[in-house]
């Protein structure tokens, strides 16, 4: 059912921030939730997206609903709403922003003829 909850999925990528299994962590995410149609609110879901990229998912779990990696998520949460995110996937392209999965070729075709930007949303 959609929306689903996606605050654990949310946190194990804020968790995960610089590490090279991230970017593969968020494309089976989004391809569990929207093509799967898993429930990415569920551990065993997200752990399971974990193990298969080879990541242990006890450790990343439980470090992903601390205490300390909840204040991050608020805070990059409250980054992204300055920046004018309201949904995901939402991409900012230097100051330009693309929101939704029907923009994605925009977005991508912009950082490639503009240059810098990130996709900040799981």
């Known amino acids: 059912m959609f929306p ?3 605050l654990l999925a949310a946190r194990v990528a804020c968790t995960g921030e610089g590490q090279v299994w991230l970017p593969e962590f968020v494309r089976r995410v989004f391809r569990a939730n929207f093509a799967e149609d898993r429930d990415i609110s569920d551990a065993a879901v997200i752990g399971d ?3 298969s990229i080879g990541q242990e998912d006890g450790p990343l779990i439980a470090l992903a609903t601390a205490a300390g990696s909840k204040q991050r998520l608020r805070r990059e949460t409250e ?3 300055d920046l004018g ?3 995901a996937p939402t991409c900012v392209v230097g100051r330009e922003l693309f929101w939704g999965h029907d923009r994605i ?3 991508l075709d912009w950082f490639l003829t503009k240059g810098g930007g990130s996709c900040p949303n799981t």
């Open 79 to 81: 980054a992204a709403w």
């Open 49 to 51: 997206i974990l193990g």
């Open 4 to 6: 689903r909850d996606s």
């Open 105 to 107: 070729d925009e977005a």
């Open 85 to 87: 995110i309201f949904g």
